[in-house]
């Protein structure tokens, strides 16, 4: 039988600069994509939604759907 162990000690440092500018380009990239599908969505017809199951209402939800639990 193999057992493995890893402990690592938390020495308290922080990530680096480039590692904490890369998370807010990430997320602002994100943040981008979701507003822009959000807008092409908008400017869809009632109808055209319809057609993809989608109601003005609903927009946002689906959108955000993978982050959102409602």
Not at 21 to 31: C, D, F, K, Q, R
Not at 40 to 59: H, K, M, P, V
Request: proline fraction near 1%; charged fraction near 20%; charge should be positive.
């Amino acid at each position: 039988m193999t057992v493995v162990t890893t402990n690592t000690a938390q020495t308290g440092h922080r990530p680096s600069l480039f590692a904490r500018i890369g998370v807010l380009l990430t997320a602002y990239g994100e943040m981008q994509s979701r507003r822009d599908r959000i807008m092409a969505l908008s400017a869809l017809s009632d109808e055209q939604l319809a057609a993809r199951g989608l109601t003005r209402d609903g927009i946002v939800g689906h959108v955000f759907a993978d982050k959102l639990y409602l």
